[in-house]
C-alpha cells in the first residue's frame, strides 16, 4: 500500500492549514490511520490516529484541541485539519496507516508510511 501525503508548506503562527493523505490501494481496508512528525534533530512524535472501524481517534498532547483528524466515508483518505498552528509545530509530518483496527501512538504498530510532508510554521 503506497500513502501519498499532501497539503505541507508555509504558514504564519496562528494559521491554519490542512494535510490530506490518500492509500492508492485498495486490496483491503485500511482501518486505522493517523499521522506522526519529525521535527530538525528530535525524535518522530505522535500527532493523532483514526480508527475508522471504531470511530475512536487519539491525539497527541501537544496537539489536543488544535488539531482534527478526519476519515473520508471512503477509508483510503485521512485529513488532519491544524489550527492555531505554532512555531514549534514545525516538522516533516507523516501519514501512516495499518490493516487492522485499534487506535494506537506507537509508530512500531503501522506497517505503512507515506513520505512525509514539511510544514513549516514561521513566528
Known amino acids: 500500500v503506497q500513502l501519498q501525503a499532501s497539503g505541507g508548506g508555509l504558514v504564519q503562527a496562528g494559521g491554519s492549514q490542512r494535510l490530506s493523505c490518500l492509500a492508492s490501494?485498495?486490496?483491503?481496508?485500511?482501518?486505522?490511520m493517523g499521522w506522526f512528525r519529525q521535527a530538525p534533530g528530535k525524535e518522530r512524535e505522535f500527532v493523532a490516529v483514526?480508527?475508522?472501524?471504531?470511530?475512536?481517534?487519539i491525539y497527541g498532547n501537544s496537539v489536543k484541541g488544535r488539531f482534527t483528524v478526519a476519515r473520508d466515508r471512503d477509508w483510503n483518505r485521512v485529513h488532519l485539519q491544524m489550527n492555531n498552528l505554532k512555531p514549534e509545530d514545525t516538522a516533516i509530518y507523516y501519514c501512516?496507516?495499518?490493516?487492522?483496527?485499534?487506535?494506537?501512538?506507537?509508530?512500531?504498530?503501522?506497517?505503512?508510511w507515506g513520505q512525509g510532508t514539511l510544514v513549516t510554521v514561521s513566528s
Open positions: 483514526n480508527d475508522w472501524k471504531y470511530g475512536r481517534t
Open positions: 501512516a496507516a495499518k490493516r487492522e483496527e485499534g487506535a494506537t501512538p506507537r509508530a512500531a504498530d503501522f506497517d505503512s
Open positions: 490501494a485498495r486490496q483491503y481496508p485500511l482501518y486505522t
